[in-house]
């Protein structure tokens, strides 16, 4: 008995619950049924959304379309004797209609083809990264390195420092060789960082006002390759093309001044000048291609003491105080040029030609046929910028590579005259009497024979001349 009480219950309870479903499903029904007239069947329709580009030549379609309509019309019907009403204005209507519906129809067909298109986000800054699959267009690879000036026939005298004026837009640079010499700062900071980077109590807060403004540079300069990008609620600058990122907000997460070595392939030097001695003191630099010195040797030192035995330092003291340059102001520089001339056998990396601490090492190896094509013309573009918070001194060096065969032949005399001129301090230094009758005998059309010899070694003569 009470079983049959417990299942009669269950039996009205799904009773009950079917018939509420259905009462709303029946009502639903019927709100539908007012709301569509009666109309079971839903009838979709798509909304033609014209874009705002768009509507303006669309507007003005139209209204061409209705004037030119007009005039047709009214010739019509003055040529049939009427007015210009009746029949007339309803097919003008008619034919407005047909042309407006096939504009749209237009549209939307267009709109179809788009919406299959990839869809790209407005706001991209247009460094890839929102689309990685994609390869980007290397157009770096197609820009050429800034221009040096070619060799002289008649160069000034060695001491006058062959300064002048730099447009500040090219203060820094960006090339085809930027990925490989990157690739060589990268390395040298991330093995050797206190071989190539040093920095004194003095030069901390001119490093931050430099890292602020090779950044505002590089940005302003190549935004195509530099962008400054929010991450975290952190400012970072984005070297888009070598896909890395750098904070330039404290606190910092890399020193200030290797960020700037990271970012641009000059080398940084900034002078200080002491109140004690009133002198300039080498007060920090990230030197990663050194020309035959070592950076932890002068760090610190002053600089009318460094050219010893560096000579190409020792006019660095004129410079400074020389009239032209004292009278520059903040957003401008000055800039020079100076060579070297080195040699690969052919088994030396990019690392092994561009650092280099020691100047016996601008010579390596013992070739047996030192040929036109192992011989580098190196050439350093040197800059001079004052920074204005700080009042410090930014010297920066941005190193070239030349084979001595590329040389262009009619510049290959003048490249022998302004050795000549280098006097006899400079001219030891650079190892003149190692290569001197090979660079000579090529650029002078001389036919050459090498003798074997140890380059390290200063015995002999490397080169002898067929007359």
Not at 267 to 286: M, P, Q, R, T, W
Request: with cysteine.
């Amino acid at each position: 008995m009470e079983f049959n009480t417990i299942f009669l219950f269950a039996v009205i309870t799904i009773l009950c619950l079917v018939f509420s479903t259905f009462a709303i499903l029946f009502g639903a029904t019927l709100v539908n049924l007012y709301k569509r007239n009666g109309n079971l069947h839903l009838k979709l329709t798509k909304p033609v959304i014209i874009p705002a580009y768009r509507q303006e030549a669309t507007a003005k379609y139209v209204e061409d379309l209705k004037a030119r309509t007009g005039r047709t019309d009214t010739t019509t019907s003055t040529s049939r004797g009427g007015n210009g009403d009746g029949d007339d204005d309803h097919g003008s209507r008619t034919t407005e209609r047909v042309e407006i519906e096939a504009i749209k129809r237009r549209i939307a067909r267009e709109d179809k083809r788009i919406s299959k298109l990839p869809t790209f986000e407005q706001d991209d800054c247009g460094d890839g990264t929102n689309f990685p699959e994609v390869q980007m267009a290397d157009t770096l690879s197609t820009v050429q390195p800034y221009p040096l000036p070619p060799f002289r026939e008649r160069p000034p005298n060695y001491m006058q420092m062959g300064l002048k004026k730099l447009d500040i837009d090219a203060w820094l640079t960006v090339d085809k060789n930027y990925r490989d010499q990157h690739g060589v700062r990268k390395k040298l900071l991330d093995r050797k960082k206190e071989e190539v980077l040093q920095v004194t109590d003095d030069g901390e807060e001119a490093c931050i006002e430099l890292m602020e403004e090779v950044v505002g540079f590089l940005v302003k300069k190549y935004p195509k390759y530099f962008q400054l990008v929010e991450r975290d609620g952190r400012t970072k600058v984005l070297n888009a093309i070598m896909e890395e990122e750098f904070c330039v907000q404290r606190p910092y997460e890399m020193h200030p001044l290797e960020v700037c070595a990271r970012l641009a392939n000059e080398d940084f030097n900034i002078l200080f000048k002491s109140e004690f001695s009133g002198e300039h003191v080498l007060a920090a630099s990230a030197t990663l291609f050194p020309a035959g010195w070592r950076l932890r040797e002068r760090i610190g030192t002053s600089v009318s003491l460094l050219h010893n035995p560096v000579p190409q330092w020792q006019d660095i003291p004129d410079i400074l105080s020389h009239s032209y340059f004292t009278r520059l102001s903040e957003t401008s520089c000055m800039e020079r040029h100076s060579f070297f001339i080195q040699i690969n056998p052919g088994d030396r990396t990019l690392q092994d030609l561009l650092f280099i601490q020691n100047p016996q090492d601008f010579f390596p190896g013992r070739i047996s046929a030192l040929s036109p094509s192992h011989i580098i013309v190196r050439r350093e573009r040197q800059s001079f910028r004052r920074l204005p918070k700080s009042n410090t001194v930014v010297f920066t060096v941005k190193t070239t590579m030349q084979r001595l065969i590329d040389v262009p032949e009619a510049n290959r005399p003048a490249l022998v005259s302004e050795i000549k001129a280098w006097p006899e301090d400079i001219a030891a230094y650079k190892g003149l009497a190692i290569w001197q009758r090979a660079v000579f005998g090529f650029c002078e059309g001389k036919r050459t024979v090498v003798e074997d010899q140890d380059l390290g070694s200063d015995v002999g003569t490397l080169t002898r001349i067929e007359e």
